[in-house]
C-alpha cells in the first residue's frame, strides 16, 4: 500500500482503533486462554498456507473461535496470523488491516451468535437449533467484511459516491462482496461450527483439528480449478491477439463480439455454464484468419470471387485450430458455422433454419451488430437504432429473430455493461455508445438491405454471400 491515499490511511486507522475498542473488556471476559492460544496458533499456522497455495481465505479457525468465546477474546485470534505472516501482505499498513479487519469480523459473529444462545447450543450439541445462531454469526461475519472491504475500496480505488438513484458503484461494489463470501463462507461456517462441537465433546481439540485438513483438500481443488480456468483464459487471449494483430482494422471485435453474445445469451436466460461458453464462442469466432492471407483482410477495395472463397475458408480454418481445445464444448460449433443464414445462403455448408447451432446463431447476431457499429475502412461506424433496424429486417432470413429481440431487449436495459457498450474501437469511432445518437454519426454509405452486398473483406453486415455447400466434415 505504498501508494494508499491519505483518506484510506485515516480509515484503516479507525477501523484499527474500534478493533482494538473491542478488545477492552477482555481482562473481565474469563476467557479460556489455552484455547485462545491454541486457536491463534491454527490460524497462524493455517492462513499463510492456504493464501499462499490456494490463493484464498481460511475462515474456519475464525469462525471456530466466535462459537467457542467470549466476543473480546475472539476478536483476538486473528491477530497473530495477520500481523506476523507476511503471505501476501508484506507491508506493515496491509498487515494492520488484515488484523483490524478480521477482529471486527470476527468480535461481530461471536457476539450475535452468544447474543443468540449459540453458546449453550455447541456445549450441548444441540441439533438442529446450533444452526440458527451459528447462520446468523456467519452472515454477521459476512456483512462485516464487505462493509469494510467496500470502504477501502471506496477509498483506496476511488469509487465514485452513490449515484442519484441508490444504485450507484460504490452500492453495487458492497453488494457484490456479500454475494461473493457469502456461499464459501457459509461453508467454511459449517466447518467451524464442527470443529466447535468436537471441541467441546469427550474427543477433544485434536478431534476438531482434523476437521482442517479436508478443508485444505477442498481448496487445493478449488486452486486447480483456478488454475486451469487460468490457463484457458491465456489460451484464448493469446489466440485473440494473434487475430488483432493480424487484422487490425477489427482490433477489439472478437472482445465485443463475445460481450454482445454474453448479453444475448443472458437474455435467453441461458444457464451460467453455457453463457461462458458463449463468450469464448463470440472472442473466437474469427480466429480462423489467422488462415487467411493479410493481404486480404487488409484489401479496401471489393474482393474478386476468388479472394471471397478464400475468405468464405475462415470459419473452418478455425475449426480445425480449436478442434482439440475439449473446453470450448459447443463454442467449436459456433466457430464453424456463424457465418450460416437461416434461408440456407450462407456459407460453409448452407445450413437451413434449426440445422445452424443456436450458439451460431446467437454469435452471427452479435457479429453483425459489432460489425455495423464499428468504424471500418470502407464506411464509418452505423448508431446503434440502426444497427438494430437492419438486424430486425433481416431476421427471419438471415438471423434467428429470437437473437435479434433478446440483443435489443438487452441493449434496451437502463443496467446493461459499459464494457460492452465502449470497447476498443478506432479512433473517432463512436460505434455503440449509448450516447451516440443517429444525428451524431450518420454513416457515410446507403444503408444496405438483406438484398446487398458487403463492401469489403470478411463484413459480417446482412447481405447475401456466395455460399458453398457441401457436407459438414
Same mark, same amino acid.
Given at each position: ?21 473491542? @478488545?477492552?473488556? @477482555? !481482562? ?11 486457536? +491463534? ?6 492462513? !499463510? ?18 462459537? =467457542? #468465546? ?9 491477530? &497473530? ?12 499498513? %496491509?498487515?494492520?488491516? %488484515? +488484523? ?15 447474543? =443468540? ?13 446450533? #444452526? ?15 462493509? @469494510? ?22 452500492r453495487r461494489a458492497w453488494r457484490g462482496l456479500l454475494s461473493r463470501s457469502l456461499a464459501p463462507t457459509a461453508v467454511h461456517g459449517l466447518a467451524g461450527l464442527m470443529m ?33 480456468? +487460468? ?23 472478437s472482445e465485443r463480439v463475445g460481450q454482445a453474445s454474453v448479453m444475448i445469451a443472458r437474455e435467453l436466460g441461458l444457464d451460467d455454464e453455457r453463457v461462458e461458453v458463449l ?25 474478386? *470471387?476468388?479472394? /471471397? ?38 456459407? &460453409?455448408?448452407? @445450413?437451413?433454419?434449426?440445422?445452424? *447451432?443456436?450458439?451460431? /446463431? ?13 468504424? %471500418?475502412?470502407?464506411?464509418? +461506424?452505423? &448508431?446503434? &437504432? ?14 434467428? *429473430? ?43 454509405? !446507403? ?27
Open positions: 500500500m505504498e501508494a494508499v491515499p491519505a483518506r484510506a490511511r485515516v480509515y484503516v486507522t479507525c477501523v484499527a482503533s474500534l478493533a482494538l475498542l473491542c @478488545l477492552l473488556p @477482555l !481482562p473481565s471476559s474469563h476467557a479460556p486462554w489455552w484455547v485462545v492460544a491454541l486457536l +491463534a496458533g491454527l490460524y497462524a499456522v493455517f492462513e !499463510p498456507i492456504v493464501r499462499r497455495r490456494f490463493a484464498g481465505t481460511f475462515h474456519p479457525v475464525l469462525l471456530a473461535g466466535a462459537f =467457542l #468465546l467470549p466476543p473480546p477474546a475472539a476478536a483476538l485470534v486473528p491477530l &497473530p496470523g495477520a500481523l506476523l505472516s507476511g503471505a501476501g501482505q508484506p507491508t506493515p499498513l %496491509r498487515r494492520i488491516w %488484515r +488484523a483490524a479487519q478480521s477482529s471486527l469480523a470476527v468480535w461481530s459473529a461471536s457476539r450475535v451468535h452468544w447474543a =443468540l444462545g449459540g453458546r449453550d447450543a455447541v456445549v450441548g450439541s444441540d441439533f438442529p437449533y446450533a #444452526l440458527v445462531p451459528a447462520g446468523a454469526a456467519v452472515l454477521a461475519f459476512c456483512l462485516v467484511l464487505a462493509v @469494510l472491504d467496500g470502504g477501502i475500496l471506496a477509498l483506496g480505488v476511488g469509487v465514485a459516491p452513490l449515484g442519484r438513484r441508490g444504485s450507484g458503484p460504490l466447535a462441537v468436537l471441541w467441546r465433546s469427550p474427543y477433544g481439540p485434536v478431534a476438531a483439528s482434523l476437521v482442517l485438513l479436508p478443508m485444505c483438500v477442498s481448496g487445493w481443488v478449488f486452486a486447480q480449478y483456478h488454475r486451469e480456468r +487460468a490457463a484457458h483464459q491465456a489460451t484464448i487471449r493469446a489466440l485473440v491477439q494473434a487475430v488483432d494483430i493480424k487484422d487490425g482494422y477489427t482490433r477489439g471485435h463468450r469464448f464462442a463470440g472472442i473466437l469466432h474469427d480466429v480462423g484468419k489467422l488462415g487467411v492471407p493479410t493481404r486480404l483482410l487488409r484489401k479496401d477495395g471489393p474482393l474478386t *470471387p476468388e479472394e /471471397r472463397r478464400v475468405i468464405e475458408l475462415h470459419p473452418e480454418y478455425g475449426h480445425e485450430m480449436v478442434r482439440g481445445i475439449s473446453f470450448l464444448g459447443e463454442a467449436r460449433a459456433a466457430i464453424l458455422h456463424h457465418h450460416e443464414r437461416l434461408d440456407g445462403s450462407g456459407y &460453409p455448408y448452407g @445450413l437451413i433454419g434449426g440445422q445452424i *447451432p443456436e450458439c451460431a /446463431r446467437v454469435v452471427a447476431v452479435a457479429d453483425a451488430f459489432d460489425a455495423m457499429t464499428s468504424t %471500418r475502412s470502407y464506411r464509418r +461506424a452505423r &448508431p446503434v &437504432p440502426v444497427a438494430l433496424e437492419e438486424l430486425k429486417r433481416c431476421a427471419g432470413t438471415q438471423f434467428d *429473430p429470437r437473437m435479434v429481440t433478446a440483443l435489443t431487449r438487452a441493449l434496451g436495459r437502463p443496467g446493461r455493461p459499459r464494457a460492452a457498450e465502449a470497447g476498443c474501437r478506432a479512433e473517432g469511432d463512436r460505434g455503440w455508445h449509448p450516447a451516440v445518437t443517429a444525428d451524431e454519426a450518420r454513416p457515410s454509405v !446507403p444503408l444496405s438491405g438483406c438484398s446487398s452486398e458487403p463492401p469489403a473483406a470478411g463484413a459480417s453486415e446482412p447481405g447475401p454471400l456466395p455460399s458453398r455447400r457441401g457436407t459438414p466434415r
